[in-house]
């Protein structure tokens, strides 16, 4: 029996992925695909056995912001599934070489996916890129410093436009911290399918110019009245700028009753702990993996981010057992990135590159844990000094 793999193209079909997605992911809600098209047109790719469809996965076209700012074409994978009936038989295999090799077809740079399980995608090459943080913040603790500087004003929005003006906000903004991506009409929709009545919006900053938003809703509110810890999840928190952050949290705080404010996605590195004259007021209640990241065309990939000027260039040899083409030394410097035919001072592979390539993890750990191996002792560091990022990377949007 062999896997037979296609692109869908009719929206019977097209449905039906969806189907076999939620069924395998066992407690999504349900998800048609309505009116609008959740799916991307000639994205979606079916796995057939004995002419039933057992397996899918489905991408969007996007872009992911790289260090130093540029935007990489970018493939965002997501609805990957196969029928408990059909699982371990190499459905998965066929459907993500296939997938693999339909995105570097696009010329696209990289893909990326958020990974139900941990053990999933390595062997396919992708690595962890990006961490998130979830905090709680205990409001009656949270008293800003008076040196926290001011902010804009906030407003809450329409719930009924909001579906509208969010993407306009996200896309007007020209967002480019190193891990953010596009969020395409298809990613809006899901959100709206899956999320519905987006109970709470709130915008800062001048009608037509806004640089943050969030969404958030209450939970448990069955004792609301009486409760002795009501809470507040904030779904979404998109901030471009600094005074967008704090004016947003200073929002928060500000919201009578609550006594837990929770951020379900933020940055490892942001500043909130800072802000109060308590630091306990801020818990970190868990650290997640974030972006699993493929470097699809690892030249390109290497070429389009920034490196620190003036440290010493490192020999990388990646080894890619997948998309063979990207196997090879490249030589990286600070004024670009070549491939050649040299000795490397490290070698590795392309999900352990993948690790490194936004920052998240260092050379040093890859090297520590037997992911890179080092032609001379110490290159790790000057590998590390090379690939210096000056933030962590976050996307801060789940697919
Ligand atoms: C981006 C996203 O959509 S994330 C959501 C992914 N989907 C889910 O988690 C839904 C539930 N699970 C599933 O649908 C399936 O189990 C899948 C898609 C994870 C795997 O599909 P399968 O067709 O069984 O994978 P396939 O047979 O190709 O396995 C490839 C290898 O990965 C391993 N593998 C697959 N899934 C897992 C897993 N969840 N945990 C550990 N190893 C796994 C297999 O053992 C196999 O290893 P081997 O080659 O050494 O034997």
């Keep these: 029996m062999t896997v037979e ?13 969806t189907d076999v997605f939620r069924t395998a992911m066992v407690g999504l809600p349900p998800m048609t695909e309505p009116d609008r098209p959740l799916s991307e047109p000639g994205r979606t790719l079916g796995a057939r056995l004995d002419g039933q469809l057992v397996g899918a996965a489905t991408s969007f076209t996007s872009w ?39 995105i570097a077809a696009r010329g696209e740079v990289v893909a990326s996916l958020r990974a139900s399980e941990g053990l999933i995608y390595e062997r396919f090459g992708y690595g962890v890129a990006s961490s998130f943080v979830r905090l709680n913040i205990r409001r009656a603790r949270a008293r800003l410093r008076d040196s926290v500087p001011p902010s804009g004003e906030v407003r809450l929005l329409d719930r009924a436009q909001a579906w509208k003006v969010l993407p306009q906000i996200y896309t007007a903004a020209d967002i480019r911290w190193t891990g953010a991506i596009d969020r395409p009409e298809y990613w809006w929709r899901q959100q709206e399918l899956m999320t519905g009545d987006p109970a709470y919006v709130a915008v800062h900053g001048p009608v037509g110019a806004e640089d943050g938003f969030l969404r958030y809703h209450p939970i448990d509110t069955a004792q609301w009245f009486t409760g002795a810890d009501r809470t507040i ?144 002792p110490g290159v790790a560091r000057s590998a590390d000094e090379l690939f210096v990022t000056d933030e962590q990377p976050f996307s801060g949007t789940f697919f």
């Design 64 to 102: 992911l912001a790289v260090p130093g700012g540029a935007r990489v074409p970018h493939a965002a994978v997501t609805r990957v599934g196969v029928l408990p009936t059909h699982t371990r038989r190499g459905v998965l295999t066929a459907l993500l070489r296939r997938q693999l090799d339909d």
């Design 5 to 17: 793999v296609r692109t869908l193209t009719n929206d019977a079909d097209v449905r039906a992925a």
């Design 233 to 376: 999840v904030v779904d979404d928190l998109v901030a471009t700028t600094p005074a967008a952050l704090l004016g947003l949290v200073r929002y928060l705080l500000s919201v009578d009753l609550v006594h837990t404010i929770t951020i379900a996605f933020a940055a490892p590195d942001n500043p909130l702990p800072h802000l109060f004259t308590d630091p306990r007021a801020v818990e970190t209640v868990a650290v997640r993996d974030e972006t699993w990241l493929r470097l699809v065309d690892v030249p390109a990939a290497l070429n389009a981010r920034t490196y620190r000027e003036n440290a010493a260039a490192v020999l990388v040899e990646v080894r890619d057992d997948v998309l063979g083409a990207n196997t090879g030394v490249y030589r990286i410097a600070a004024d670009g990135v070549t491939r050649v035919d040299a000795t490397a001072d490290l070698r590795t592979d392309v999900a352990a590159l993948a690790a490194v390539y936004l920052g998240a993890s260092s050379w040093r750990q890859l090297v520590v844990s037997g992911r890179a191996q080092e032609s001379r």
